[in-house]
Structures are given as C-alpha cells and as structure tokens.
C-alpha cells in the first residue's frame, strides 16, 4: 500500500497536521503539493489499493475554490482516503461535506475525515502555537484509529457520516489582498510561489485581486517581511471574531 499526501497548505499549517498523521502510519509518503500551479495533475493516478489523505484549510466554511479545481483532475481509482480540513478555531461548516463530495467525484473512497485547529493564518493571536502537544497526541490517536479500520477491512464496506449542508454555504471572496511595502526588493519570491498565479513579474508589488484567493503565501515566503494586509481591515475581522474564536475547539474525527 502506497501513501499520497495531497496537500494545500499555503502557509504550512495544513501540511503540519497531515505530516501528524501519515508519521504516525509509519510508511513512506508520496507528496502531491497542490499549490503548485504547474504540476499537471491530470496525469497524476492513484491505484486502488493505495492510502491518500487530502488536507485543506477552510476558507469562510468552504474548500478553497483552487484546491476543488485541482483535486478533482487528480483520478481517484477507488483509492481508500482520509479527508482533512484545518481551520482557525471559528468554524470549518460545510468545508468537509463538501472535501468529500469533491474527492467521491475525482474516484477516491472516504473512509474517515478528520477536522483540525491550527494557527489563523491572517489572525495569528487565534489559536497561536497548534497544533500544540496536546493537539498531536490527538491526531496520532486518530491516525491509529484509522489505520486499524483500514486493517480490519470495515472501510470497504462502511458508509462515513460527515456534518455539512446542502447546498453549501456562499463562497466569500479574497478580501484581503496582499500588497508590497517599500521593504520589496523584487526578488520574485513572491510571484514564483503564489498558487494562484495572482502575482505578475512585471509588477511585485500588488496582486490581482480577481485572482487572489487570500491564502498569504506571498506573505509567509517574502523574506523581507514587506507584503502586508490591510492591518485596520484585519482589525475589524478581528474583533468581529474574538467571542468565538476564543474558545477552544477540539480536533474531530469522522470515522
């Protein structure tokens, strides 16, 4: 049995609570970044006999709109499949209904979905430092879990139950943009990576922001620290999410 690890994680949150549980399978590990915007992912297979987990970040309660488009060229084969969705403590909605439905479509089989919390990547003083010990132990518990349906032979033939609605929540849109201060030295870093493609070499400091998706690549991979939101903005969504945010929220496990 092969292992693919199909990711997006723009800012490394997500690929830190997949990395949790395919390490606690013990068993080598195929990565498919989906940030990549020039991999063809048509050309990518799975065989029926292989693991894949597939990580997102809800964005607004929903699978980021770049990650659909690009898991589902990815053909499934009946592939057995964990679904997870990572988001920053307010609430993650429809984004695993929908995950799964997105992943029975390209041909994957979902056997166990797991929701998990981790650093807010805009508004880092919610849920800052997760996963944390607590957090890992938990997703390891998980990773076991799953590996003893997959061994007991129950995910062939088990129907998985995931909260969600239909129809889905209304998509949001970027919101905030990213922009370049004058700390910018045009190294391109920013544009190189931007799983959008929303950023032209030929103008580094802004974003287009048809294109943007919010995701802050750009922002985590500038090593001058100079691409910023708009901070009054992030202020306002800040406050706006302080009650609910500041409770803590617990992994979940669908299995």
């Known amino acids: 049995m092969d292992v693919s690890q199909i ?8 690929k830190q609570v997949a990395d949790i549980i395919t390490k606690a399978w013990g068993m080598s590990v ?10 063809d992912y048509a050309a990518l297979s799975l065989k029926k006999d292989d693991l894949a987990i597939i990580a997102i970040p809800s964005y607004g ?3 980021p709109s770049l990650a659909a ?33 997105i992943a029975e479509k390209s041909g994957f089989k979902v056997i166990a979905a797991v929701a998990a919390i981790a650093e807010h990547s805009i508004m880092h003083q919610y849920v800052a430092g997760r996963p944390d010990t ?13 590996l003893e349906k997959i061994n007991s032979g129950v995910a062939e033939t088990s129907t998985l139950q995931i909260p969600g609605n239909y129809p889905y929540k209304k998509a949001g849109g970027a919101g905030l943009v990213p922009k370049a201060d004058n700390k910018c030295t045009n190294c391109g870093l920013c544009a ?28 985590v991979k500038c090593p001058q620290s100079a691409r910023k939101v708009n901070g009054a903005m992030v202020s306002v969504a800040a406050l706006a999410m302080k009650k609910v945010c500041s409770i803590r929220k617990e992994n979940e496990l669908y299995i």
């Open 7 to 14: 990711i997006f994680s723009p800012t490394g949150g997500t």
């Open 30 to 39: 195929n990565e498919i970044d989906l940030t990549n915007a020039e991999t």
């Open 61 to 63: 309660g929903r699978v």
């Open 69 to 101: 488009e690009r898991i589902s060229k990815i053909p499934g084969n009946q592939a057995q499949c964990v679904i997870v969705c990572v988001y920053g403590n307010r609430a993650y909605e429809d984004t695993l209904i929908e995950l799964k439905d």
């Open 134 to 146: 607590k957090d890992k132990q938990e997703l390891k518990n998980f990773a076991d879990k799953i």
């Open 192 to 219: 190189e990576n931007c799983p959008a493609q929303a950023i032209s070499k030929d103008n580094l400091k802004a974003a287009d922001s048809k294109k943007c998706i919010s995701c802050m690549r750009c922002v």
